[in-house]
């Protein structure tokens, strides 16, 4: 099984700041198979990127995403008050074919 | 605009079976593969599986849960065996691209499904 290894666990920073979130992989991932989610409280994971630097349709350029083999990174640009949320990376092609990271919290300093 | 909502009872009997149901709209339900995945606080995200015309499942769960489709009622289902407390969760049906299935832009809301006597 991939583990997906998500750091920080939580992340305090201020709106207008640049957030940096890693996801590293237990064995090389597919690049094309990464993807990134956004969650907010009572709501489904939404898809921000796939293909590991792919923003999925109507996501904001402020979000980024970089890396390949064992090693990628989400990018917040500038957070608007809007991002603040937990993000989740995952990959599929291992097995079993679906893994999640277990989550990093972007919060309001 | 493709929309998903699970439905199904929002409260299992430990050992019985949990039966989910996910229904499509704005699209078919032919063509793409369609999965459900739970997520817990002491777990978090877990993908159960995915099917189309044939199901391929999570190893951890694979013993336990059966998915099908039915194309007629433009749904797909899930059934989970024998539950425990551990089985408590929210689950959701969610599909991606046609070209990359893992990818999955489309989610149903989630349904909170509580194992309890």
């Known amino acids: 099984e991939i583990v997906l290894t998500q750091s920080p666990g939580t992340l305090s920073l201020s709106p207008g700041e640049r957030a940096t979130l890693s996801c590293r992989a237990s064995?090389?991932?597919?690049?094309?198979?990464l993807a990134w989610y956004q969650q907010k409280p009572g709501q489904a994971p939404r898809l921000l990127i796939y293909g590991a630097s792919s923003r999925a349709t109507g996501i904001p350029d402020r979000f980024s995403g970089s890396g390949s083999g064992t090693d990628f990174s989400l990018t917040i640009s500038r957070l608007e008050p809007e991002d603040f949320a937990v993000y989740y990376c995952q990959q599929y092609g291992g097995s079993p074919p679906v893994t999640f990271g277990g989550g990093t919290r972007v919060e309001i300093k | 605009q493709v929309q998903l909502q699970e439905s199904g009872p929002g409260l299992v009997k430990p050992s019985e079976t949990l039966s989910l149901t996910c229904t499509v709209s704005?699209?078919?339900?032919?063509?793409?593969?369609w999965s459900w995945i739970r997520q817990t606080g002491a777990k978090g995200l877990e993908w159960i599986g995915r099917?189309?015309?044939?199901?391929n499942y999570n190893p951890s769960l694979r013993s336990r849960v059966t998915l099908s489709r039915d194309v007629s009622k433009n749904q797909f289902s899930l059934k989970l065996t024998s539950v425990t407390a551990a089985d408590t969760a929210v689950y959701y049906c969610a599909r991606g691209y046609s070209t990359s299935w893992g990818d999955f832009e489309y989610w149903g809301q989630g349904i909170l499904v509580i194992v309890s006597s």
């Open positions: 704005g699209g078919s339900v032919s063509g793409y593969y």
């Open positions: 099917t189309d015309d044939s199901s």
């Open positions: 064995q090389r991932v597919v690049s094309s198979y």
